[in-house]
Each structure stands twice: as structure tokens, then as C-alpha cells.
């Protein structure tokens, strides 16, 4: 049985830093591209940041690009993402999502692509607040 779990959300001041842990069982992580997405209230899921199987290529949402950092410890069957210069606008629930295939994972002309239904197995979500 799949399952993604997520730690490390809380609340933090703007500028401020995070660092999200997406831990898997029953899959080996390092054969999948994995993704982070983030749902804020009233919003559609939306995808922040995901790595590639094997080479780990990455790719970043524009709104991010910069501030993030997504990396894989194979040991540890898990995906990080590492939040720094965090804004209010970052506020969300986020999740980790297993790729159904490599292709879903990567930027097209520039343009970030992880469509959340490529995407098969997800974690509950772990809350990140930023706020003065």
C-alpha cells in the first residue's frame, strides 16, 4: 500500500523559512518523479515544485522560483522542499503527489507543467502559515 506523508508546515513570519519532508512507504520514491502542490482557501490545487526520477532534474511555478528547493534523500525515501523567503501569498495546504508518468513533471517552453491529474498517489497535507 502507497502512502505519502508530509511534515513540517507551521506558522512562520514573512521572510521567514520552512522546510517541508514528503516521507513514503510502500514505493520507492527515487523511481517517480514526485511534485509539491499547494492549496490556499478558495483556490484550485496548484503545483509549486517537482523533481524527476533518477537524474533529479527540478522544476519550479514561477511564483516560487528562487525561494524553493525541492531534493530527494534515497535513504530516507524522501522528498523535501525547502521554503525560504516566505510571503503571506505562500500560505497553503501543501501536499506531495507521486507522477504517473516522468513527462508529468517538467516545463514546457518555459512554463511550469505537474497537471495535479497526472498525479496518482497524495499525502494528507501538512498546513504552512505565513503571518506577522
Known amino acids: 500500500q502507497v502512502q505519502l506523508v508530509e511534515s513540517g508546515g507551521g506558522l512562520v513570519q514573512p521572510g521567514g523559512s520552512l522546510k517541508l519532508s514528503c516521507a513514503a512507504s510502500g514505493v520507492t520514491l527515487d523511481y517517480y518523479a514526485i511534485g509539491w502542490f499547494r492549496q490556499a482557501p478558495g483556490k484550485e490545487r496548484e503545483g509549486v515544485s517537482c523533481?524527476?526520477?533518477?537524474?533529479?532534474?527540478?522544476y519550479y511555478a514561477d511564483s516560487v522560483k528562487g525561494r524553493f528547493t525541492i531534493f530527494r534523500d534515497n535513504d530516507k525515501n524522501t522528498v523535501y522542499l525547502q521554503m525560504n523567503s516566505l510571503k503571506p501569498e505562500d500560505t497553503a495546504v501543501y501536499y506531495c503527489?507521486?507522477?504517473?508518468?516522468?513527462?508529468?513533471?517538467?516545463?514546457?517552453?518555459?512554463?511550469?507543467?505537474?497537471?495535479?491529474?497526472?498525479?496518482?498517489?497524495w499525502g494528507q497535507g501538512t498546513q504552512v502559515t505565513v503571518s506577522s
Open positions: 523533481i524527476r526520477s533518477s537524474a533529479g532534474y527540478a
Open positions: 503527489a507521486r507522477a504517473v508518468v516522468a513527462i508529468s513533471c517538467s516545463d514546457v517552453r518555459g512554463i511550469y507543467y505537474s497537471p495535479t491529474h497526472e498525479y496518482d498517489y
